[in-house]
């Protein structure tokens, strides 16, 4: 960061993106999969023209976008649908942003964002849809190195951190334990946090086992993103799942609050459960309850 | 960093503030407890006006101030005592600064630190006390991503690394294990030595798990911090015992420096106990040798 | 960085340094272990007046190294044959770069690189070899802190992480685990890709458990360094083990691309043994594969 940064202020409430907890990809040329997709109702479907997509298909699945659209509209429309396109140094990035502008989404995830021009480029191409929301992806060690100044200029609606394509651009290996992406990982949901947006975690790129899942997005929540990118629609329930408060966190949660409550700002330290509870942990368990609807 | 750095020499000796394996935290409005730290003889004592005081109770716990520093005089003072006042931009800092100013502590831990300029705010409400040591809490996003300016002029005495409110402003959870806060805690310990002032290390909230906060301690030696931020008065010993060198680490360091010792600086590598030992390595034994007194 | 990034491309062919899996130092006093290090065709050796050496035996080390190229040349020499001089700051790097210019080695290690002018300070000293590899030791606290700037201006043509001296400037501790220096070790990788320049892992201490040595060169090869530090011949093979692929890494490769190949460009995403593969695992497999001789 180049300038000094002043308090960021609480965590706001939900941005213009609505909740992200699961962020569903699948490819923009098979909308026979929009019934499936509309049963898991993930909180953010993408309909992918990028690495979803072979490279002889690219044209064709622009044409599909509408009748995905249309497929959607008849089982049941996720609240928010965007449009990956390819990157913008790709020959198919201006004709998939013509196939976008032509038909209503809520927006363009971008992939591969690695310049402070990027989303001004992409706004560029919208046109008629100024107001579209825009999802960054941060996935390349090019990214990973400017992601404090992509994400912080207020141009961005939300990104995501992605894990596979950062460890190939490194030369690198993915494991489950994603020890080798921690520090990447960690630095854009720091970025994200300084850009006052929401960050959406990396796949999980074994879709049969849940249990991988679930270990990688609840570490991915403790460090503090807001959700989880899903590459099968049977991940959006897990995703849920973890991003939802258990049933012992929430009890924890009101035992606290309701702890200080009693004291009427008297105290500044509970002890409860063996631990010393005081202020940050406080406004934890008050945000913990918030955003679990209560 | 703007600017290339040039070597940093050294780890210096002891800073002005003296060991800080423990750094225990008590609320200024219990004057109570003197006794009771007083047994303990943690390195440096923090009276707290911030979290460890409700909100109902700040102005009751600027006048106890007075108070518990008389009871540490009867009962034994520790070395250093610094007072915790409430961040900068919150309506209680001018007063708690006004209330540290008219009482001799032997300085101030500023929260919540930002800024460049936080610093000489801070100073400059010390008037006849310039001379007051600050510790600067890094505890925050914007804390972490301004750590090397805030840390890097001089300005601080020591730091400390605020996981609970870091990852409460993050939005994300604490674990034991700490993985969520691995890149902020890491980064704050490379940016406290650049500066070249020592930090302390995250508490532990279970304060009757002796054994979590063991190996918290642990890995914060390990990544270079200085000791650790004790909320419990039985903690001031655990930390001791982790940042004092076990007999082993004693008789293996003393065996490295003889074994080069007797080589009169020839050979730059030895064998000991199957590692090869080699000027690093020579270093550390030297450092941990003084550090626990030999 | 200061300025942004635009994309860095892929992964190109090996650098001028060649294959880096294992980079194998020793004293430079020691031509007597010529015939030992023949035998485990390092890709690369590095003849060593810094650490390796006392400081009683600086003068007569340099004498040492045209015996010791001597002696290479007679039992075989590694395909890379560079000379690891004393840092820049020391009374010994004149002398060191004045032996090195008057013998034909292939490069020069500088340790402790920490400013952007360490590479044009060392090729100063090179006179008649201006063409000379010069490769980085990152291995300090400011070190790490400046090696975006060292690494990324096409200075040094490779660099390796010192976690030994780096723990020990920060005054830390090294573990077989290595948490304490994930974070650093994780951005001088990012650095380094930046820079365009492979990137050589830390050291394993303890030359005798192989199985140690397995595990860190395992998590290194994750997160992206072409190969590992070697203080031990012993070292060289267990390298080479780890940073080749596995027989079932190159099955699973080739059936990935294989996979892609048969679609002929349509179908963007393969399931194959219970995992969603996109582009960025393709191109890794292809990466592997190419890397692998294949």
Request: with cysteine; proline share 5%; net charge negative.
């Amino acid at each position: 960061m180049t300038a000094p940064l002043g308090p960021l202020g609480p965590l706001g409430p939900l941005g213009p993106l609505g909740p992200l907890r699961s962020v569903l990809f699948t490819p923009a040329d098979k909308p026979d999969r929009a019934r499936r997709i509309a049963e898991t109702q993930p909180d953010c479907l993408v309909l992918d023209l990028e690495d979803g997509v072979g490279i002889a298909d690219k044209a064709s699945a622009r044409t599909a976008l509408a009748g995905f659209a249309q497929a959607l509209a008849e089982h049941g429309r996720p609240t928010v649908v965007l449009v990956r396109v390819n990157a913008i140094d790709t020959e198919w990035f201006a004709d998939d942003m013509a196939a976008v502008a032509a038909i209503s989404f809520d927006g363009v995830v971008v992939p591969k964002v690695e310049r402070v021009t990027d989303a001004a480029t992409v706004r560029s191409h919208l046109g008629a849809s100024p107001a579209a929301l825009l999802l960054a992806g941060i996935e390349s060690a090019a990214g990973v190195a400017t992601c404090e100044d992509t994400l912080g200029r207020g141009s961005f609606d939300a990104c995501y951190f992605g894990a596979e394509d950062f460890i190939t651009d490194m030369g690198g290996v993915r494991t489950p334990a994603g020890t080798e992406v921690l520090y990447a990982r960690s630095r854009v949901a720091l970025a994200a946090r300084l850009g006052r947006i929401p960050a959406v975690d990396q796949i999980v790129s074994s879709f049969r086992d849940d249990d991988a899942f679930r270990a990688d997005a609840r570490l991915g929540r403790e460090i503090g993103f807001s959700g989880k990118l899903c590459i099968h629609p049977a991940q959006v329930a897990l995703a849920h799942e973890i991003y939802r408060a258990t049933e012992a966190e929430l009890i924890r949660a009101r035992h606290i609050v309701a702890a200080f409550e009693s004291r009427d700002g008297h105290g500044g330290v509970v002890s409860y459960d063996g631990q010393m509870i005081d202020a940050p942990m406080l406004t934890r368990a008050k945000d913990l309850l918030a955003r679990n609807g209560e």
